[in-house]
C-alpha cells in the first residue's frame, strides 16, 4: 500500500490494522469499512466520477509517505524516543 502511496497512485483500502494510520480519508487515499463491498464500490465509482479527486488524493498520498514513512523520518523518530527514554530529549 504505501509503495503504491509513494508512487502515486490513488489507494482504496479498508479500515483494517495499521492502515489508517497511513491514510488520512478523503485526504491521501479512500478507507472503507471492512468487509464492504457495496461501500468500496460506491466509493471506486465515485472516484472515478471526479478525476480532480483522483489526482488529489494521489499526490497527497505520495506525500504523506515521503514525510512519514521515509528511512530519514522513520530514523528520526526512533532516535527521538530513545533519546526522550534516556532524558536527554525536548
Do not use: C
Not at 483494517?16 to 485526504?27: D, K, L, S, V
Not at 466509493?43 to 504523506?64: I, M, N, T, Y
Amino acid at each position: 500500500m504505501l509503495e503504491a502511496m509513494a508512487t502515486g497512485l490513488p489507494v482504496f483500502a479498508t479500515q483494517h490494522g495499521g492502515i489508517p494510520e497511513a491514510i488520512e480519508n478523503g485526504i491521501s487515499g479512500v478507507l472503507v469499512a471492512e468487509h464492504n463491498d457495496k461501500e468500496l464500490t460506491r466509493a471506486l465509482l465515485d472516484a472515478v466520477q471526479d478525476p480532480d479527486f483522483l489526482s488529489g488524493v494521489a499526490r497527497k498520498g505520495a506525500e504523506a509517505v515521503r514525510k512519514n514513512f521515509d528511512l530519514a523520518a522513520q530514523a528520526r523518530r526512533l532516535e527521538d524516543v530513545y533519546l526522550r527514554m534516556i532524558g536527554r530529549g525536548d
